[in-house]
């Protein structure tokens, strides 16, 4: 299967394409959000990706009803919509200096759109893929214009049903979506392990035929490696440089040494994969002369038998398996033997 983005190959034969997503933790402040893809580089990950939208795109400026977070349990409680969107949104004057940053770090960069003057937007900035997110993925419209583009797209599932992905999966390739990621998401804040389901993603990808990754809103990494071990090729995780710095989603992103972490961990389960092999690896055979094997325990003569006091099932490997110690007890020895002498046919 396989697509690229940029000069990136994402497919089961490559390390999972890692990214990290700035979101609304740059604080406002465009020199943090510099940082951010500078600590981003460091950690060795693939991409950086932003969130394209402003609070008009994206909400109604109304303070109550609908448009007021009042669930006690929501990290975002006593906020409106509009507030919170205000508060988290990139200026879409930073998207340049930011996206040149991180291209000369050597990474890629891009962005989830929230409307189609984003995308519009986005298309004068030349990104190299869209990111659809879990609150967006019924936005068939969105779906539409961002295939449209002819660019790789990446679908976020959180709380989507079959048939939901399936009607988004379906707009994007009648619209022109060729190279099609789709990611398994809890979308809670943070999210549970226990609610992770990552058996979900090769099933994923049976039923609709593309890469699947993972959008992981959890703490810390295990989840992701989970993830990787079960096939997934994308690994997406929010990343900010100090979670006591605050911001609107500081409490479930990743600090530079856990991203770093992500990285590597990640990529050693991907390795751990291999194939369906048993018996002795190549990296094995020195460790063969650990196992127990049939010696001589005691100087022998011609034509004495073996007995439990002269024949030993001891390291090194090198004799006959000691599963022929029955066998050999009573039998006699051709020839004069020396004790440590490692048990084979020929003496017998």
């Not at 507030?83 to 960069?109: F, K, V």
């Not at 002819?150 to 989507?160: D, N």
């Not at 991203?259 to 990529?267: D, G, M, P, Q």
């Not at 002269?310 to 490997?317: D, E, Y």
Request: with cysteine; glycine share 8%.
């Amino acid at each position: 299967m396989g697509i690229n983005i940029g000069e990136v190959v994402i497919a089961q034969d490559t390390r999972p394409f890692i990214i990290a997503e700035m979101s609304g933790n740059h604080n406002q402040s465009l020199e943090r959000a510099l940082s951010i893809v500078e600590a981003a580089a460091a950690a060795g990950v693939h991409a950086l990706k932003l969130q394209t939208y402003t609070a008009d795109t994206i909400t109604l400026d109304i303070e109550e009803g609908d448009f007021f977070i009042s669930d006690e349990s929501s990290l975002w409680k006593g906020k409106s919509l509009h507030e919170l969107y205000g508060q988290a949104y990139t200026p879409w004057e930073w998207h340049q200096p930011i996206m040149r940053r991180a291209n000369e770090l050597g990474m890629i960069c891009f962005s989830s759109p929230f409307d189609d003057s984003a995308v519009d937007f986005l298309e004068g900035l030349n990104v190299p893929a869209y990111k659809i997110a879990s609150f967006e993925n019924t936005h068939l419209p969105l779906i539409r214009k961002v295939a449209s583009t002819g660019k790789p797209m990446i679908i976020s599932t959180g709380m989507a049903s079959v048939a939901e992905i399936h009607e988004a999966v379906t707009a994007a390739r009648e619209a022109g979506c060729e190279e099609l990621i789709l990611l398994k998401c809890t979308s809670t804040y943070p999210a549970s392990p226990e609610n992770s389901n990552v058996l979900t993603i090769p099933h994923m990808r049976e039923l609709f035929g593309c890469e699947v990754g993972l959008s992981d809103h959890t703490m810390g990494v295990g989840v992701s490696v989970a993830a990787v071990a079960h096939g997934a090729t994308v690994i997406e995780k929010h990343f900010t440089l100090s979670r006591s710095d605050g911001g609107v989603d500081s409490s479930f992103s990743l600090e530079p040494h856990e991203l770093k972490s992500l990285v590597i961990e990640t990529e050693r389960a991907w390795q751990s994969l291999g194939d369906v092999v048993y018996g002795a690896t190549g990296g094995e055979d020195k460790s063969q002369m650990f196992r127990r094997s049939l010696y001589v325990a005691e100087d022998m003569a011609a034509g004495e038998s073996f007995t439990e006091q002269n024949l030993k099932v001891v390291r090194p490997g090198m004799g006959l398996p000691a599963k022929y110690y029955e066998l050999l007890l009573g039998r006699k020895v051709r020839m004069d033997v020396k004790k440590g002498t490692a048990v084979s046919w020929d003496l017998v």
